[in-house]
């Protein structure tokens, strides 16, 4: 008999392409699939670009703070509880996982509601505000942090690790050379600043520049709209907007990296064993998950840890070469995680989930 599961999860890059990674293998294991996004989310092209049947339903964002919205969104919420029930009831899956986002919400209660079984995932440290909703409706709850299990019930926290993209860890160094013309007798440095790039981290980059091509290559991943034209043809200093298909390649071909903290770029980075410079997303900017992860990150040894506050040319300098010089000791640091395959560990959940229903 077929196995049917729903995934949900929408809003940012980060609640969609964990679920895109666990596509292969849910298709392995004989899952029917579907995805129930918002109407017109990111994620609704992210998933039919990859070929999954997706629903929209509707989807109200929940807030800490004053906003006309408040007084509106409720209404969005239980419209889109309605509309989930409704598709849940037609297609009868076996299981919901949820990465998260406003518009998992209404999918996990109802699927609660009708005796589904929910798998969630919290990429963070601290649950954020959907998933601190969806808690107490769910079977088992994913994480990547040893100290998130403290914040949830023990009885449902599995620790998983990020499903990363298989793709991803099947990267070629010699690939990457050809991608980049870098001579090979010197290491090279990878810049990522997230889905959409950070002002911040390029402007710092930028600024050191000069010192870093004396040591490294330099790869920037500098998001949409951040090239710097005046720089462009500077020897073994290549720059992107975005990269697709070669990602692999460059991430194979990076000797060390420096990256935001977001959870999936970070569990990545782990799954990788890339040394690394972690410059998380500031407090005043964000709800501070960034720093809790890089915190965690560097407790366990995995990462240099530079907040943005404390960014400058001399401290970004001093932290690339500290990290240079120490690089086996946070790859022996990382090697000894064993956060890796989250997608393997994810799966075997799932199976056992169904199979106990």
Known sequence: MTKKIVLTGGGTAGHVTPNIALLPSL???????LYIGSYEG????????????????????????????????????????????KILKE????????KGGFVSVPVVLAAHSMHIPVIIHESDMTPGLANKICIHSAARICCNFPETMKLIPREKAVLTGSPIRAELLSGSRERGYEITKFPKEKPVLLVIGGSLGSVTVNKSVR???????????????????????SLA????????????????DLFALSDLMISRAGANAICEILALRKPNVLIPLSA???????????ASYEKQGFSYVLEEEQLTRETLLDAVHSVYEDREKYTAAMEKSDVRDGVAKIISLIEETVSNR
Do not use: W
């Not at 297609?91 to 949820?98: E, G, T």
């Open 207 to 229: 600024e050191c520049l000069s010192d870093l091509l004396k040591e490294f290559s330099v790869i920037h991943i500098c998001g949409k709209g951040n090239l710097d034209t």
């Open 42 to 85: 990111m994620e609704k092209k992210l998933i039919e670009k990859a070929g999954i049947p997706y629903v929209g339903i509707s989807s109200g964002k929940l807030r800490r703070y004053l906003s006309a919205k408040n007084l509106t969104d409720p209404f969005r919420v239980v419209k889109g509880y309605r509309e989930a029930h």
């Open 284 to 294: 005043s900017a964000s709800r501070g998950d960034q720093i809790l992860n890089a």
């Open 91 to 98: 297609n009868r899956p076996d299981i919901v996982f949820s």
């Open 27 to 33: 298709k392995e294991h004989g899952y029917e699939i």
């Open 233 to 248: 043809g500077t020897d073994r200093y290549l720059q992107y907007e975005f990269v697709a298909d070669d990602l692999k």
